[in-house]
């Protein structure tokens, strides 16, 4: 039986706060139960193991960073892809390990798997093949991810004066730090060329070259 007022929502904003607190290795569902008062047996009623419950995290920082006033209004490929970037790094800066939570999750819940339907069936409509598809969704939710963390890595080292003296005279690390000092417009800089370079493709492909 269900502990009384126990349910996946509950369980996965205290998860979230652990997150914040010791970060995803530190992470467990005893954890988790001990804040929510429960005995951990409690919670294997709403998830069988950790796999579960990092998955339907994963499901709530990107639900909780969806911005649908930003979702695009045409059906466009290009669109789709750069509003998928935007919400997916943002959903990621906002909890410590967020990078490594999303890579270690599975989009298991019906709605995210019918939205990766949705966003790939659009992909293939507007010229991309099956496989192009894919990878143009794995090329840019990599990116946002992946550039996410490398943001919150840059923060954590600049806290570290010592590791600041001892590379911030090389010349080529000044450049890239220069560069990344601006993070929105680094951001957005690399997901247009991303993007352009998904244009010339499509743009070459045989079929649209007619």
Same mark, same amino acid.
Request: no cysteine; charged share 20%.
């Given at each position: 039986?269900?502990?009384?007022?126990?349910?996946?929502?509950?369980?996965? @904003?205290?998860?979230?706060?652990?997150?914040?607190?010791?970060?995803?290795?530190?992470?467990? $569902?005893?954890?988790?139960?001990?804040?929510?008062?429960?005995?951990?047996?409690? $919670?294997?009623?709403?998830?069988?193991?950790?796999?579960?419950?990092?998955?339907?995290?994963?499901? =709530?920082?990107?639900?909780?960073?969806?911005?649908?006033?930003?979702?695009?209004?045409?059906?466009?490929?290009?669109?789709?892809?750069?509003?998928?970037?935007?919400?997916? @790094?943002?959903?990621?800066?906002?909890?410590?390990?967020?990078?490594? $939570?999303?890579?270690?999750?599975?989009?298991?819940?019906?709605?995210?798997?019918?939205?990766?339907?949705?966003?790939?069936? $659009?992909?293939?409509?507007?010229?991309?093949?099956?496989?192009?598809?894919? @990878?143009?969704?794995?090329?840019?939710?990599?990116?946002?991810?992946?550039?996410?963390?490398?943001?919150?890595?840059?923060?954590?080292?600049?806290?570290?004066?010592?590791?600041?003296?001892?590379?911030?005279?090389?010349?080529?690390?000044?450049?890239?730090?220069? =560069?990344?000092?601006?993070?929105?417009?680094?951001?957005?800089?690399?997901?247009?060329?991303?993007?352009?370079?998904?244009?010339?493709?499509?743009?070459?492909?045989?079929?649209?070259?007619?």
């Amino acid at each position: 039986m269900p502990a009384a007022g126990l349910d996946r929502d509950a369980i996965v @904003r205290v998860a979230l706060t652990q997150l914040d607190e010791v970060g995803l290795e530190a992470l467990s $569902l005893r954890r988790v139960a001990k804040d929510l008062g429960v005995h951990p047996s409690a $919670l294997y009623y709403h998830f069988t193991n950790k796999q579960e419950l990092l998955d339907e995290m994963a499901r =709530a920082i990107i639900a909780d960073a969806l911005n649908l006033a930003d979702a695009p209004h045409r059906q466009r490929w290009d669109d789709w892809l750069v509003f998928l970037a935007r919400t997916q @790094r943002r959903a990621v800066r906002t909890h410590r390990d967020g990078a490594i $939570l999303m890579f270690r999750s599975r989009p298991t819940a019906a709605d995210q798997l019918a939205y990766l339907d949705t966003l790939i069936q $659009l992909l293939i409509t507007d010229g991309f093949t099956a496989e192009g598809a894919g @990878r143009a969704f794995s090329a840019v939710s990599g990116y946002a991810i992946g550039i996410a963390a490398a943001e919150q890595q840059r923060a954590n080292i600049a806290l570290d004066p010592a590791v600041l003296e001892k590379i911030g005279a090389h010349s080529g690390f000044a450049t890239i730090a220069e =560069a990344a000092a601006a993070e929105d417009a680094a951001f957005e800089h690399g997901l247009h060329w991303l993007i352009e370079g998904m244009r010339a493709e499509l743009a070459a492909a045989p079929s649209n070259s007619a």
